[in-house]
């Protein structure tokens, strides 16, 4: 059995019905792509007192249509698929606007909505990969806080969150290492431990999504991408050493 054999998409594309795991899969992986989703509705010049009922349409046609049965099952990426949907059910909204009541009640609705910061009036699909890219990390970065309070380590994980996306200078690592009472050297390498849990969690949450490793390789490139980060070309991956999280 491989990795992707178990995951949320994986099991979704299996079943290809609306079995009572499937479909918590699929919802699941929906209530994680809703900020994407409301980024890409709220650029794309939707109304905003509109956006809401839009994205909730959106999600409840794409559940219980079962437009994921379309998807190709060797190399689906679920965010690509989802994204090529969200533009047709948008081309046509005058009619999937509808549809909103229908679901039994059901809201797709996101724990950490990360659109805050998404601007109106930018590109649609690059606020779009940049929501999406923003909740990924956050979901990862939330794991990694979680795992630091099961060990006891919550006050030292807190002290050096803010040292996980940018690398910290010198001056960074001694004010630190002198409020925890730490080594420059301990404080460094509690840093290069956290920072490489948390590129194992990212890539986690991403591979709960695809469907193949070249998949997984191309997320964690689209990932970098939409966060300014420094990126080569799929399928080479971040080296340990380098100055970012992924």
């Given at each position: ?19 009572p ?28 007192d ?5 994205v ?52 797709i609705?996101?724990i ?25 990390v ?10 630091a ?81 420094d ?10 050493g ?5």
């Amino acid at each position: 059995m491989n990795r992707f054999d178990t995951t949320r998409w994986s099991l979704v594309l299996q079943a290809r019905s609306d079995t009572p795991q499937a479909r918590s899969a699929l919802e699941t992986l929906c209530r994680t792509y809703r900020p994407a989703v409301v980024a890409y509705v709220r650029s794309h010049g939707c109304a905003t007192d509109a956006v809401d009922d839009m994205v909730q349409a959106f999600f409840l046609r794409f559940i219980d249509h079962a437009w994921h049965a379309d998807a190709d099952r060797e190399r689906g990426r679920f965010r690509a698929y989802l994204l090529t949907m969200l533009k047709r059910h948008l081309i046509g909204a005058g009619i999937a606007s509808a549809a909103r009541k229908r679901g039994g009640g059901m809201r797709i609705e996101s724990i950490d909505d990360a659109t805050e910061d998404i601007a109106d009036d930018a590109d649609p699909e690059r606020q779009f990969e940049k929501a999406w890219a923003m909740t990924i990390v956050g979901h990862a970065f939330s794991r990694l806080r979680d795992e630091a309070d099961r060990a006891g380590k919550r006050d030292l994980f807190d002290a050096l969150g803010e040292f996980l996306a940018e690398r910290p200078d010198d001056a960074d690592y001694a004010r630190v290492a002198e409020q925890l009472g730490l080594r420059r050297n301990t404080l460094a390498v509690a840093v290069h431990r956290l920072r490489h849990r948390l590129r194992e969690l990212i890539e986690a949450e991403l591979a709960d999504t695809t469907g193949t490793e070249a998949d997984l390789e191309a997320e964690l490139h689209d990932l970098r991408n939409a966060l300014g980060l420094d990126t080569g070309p799929p399928g080479k991956r971040s080296p340990e050493g380098g100055n970012h999280t992924t």
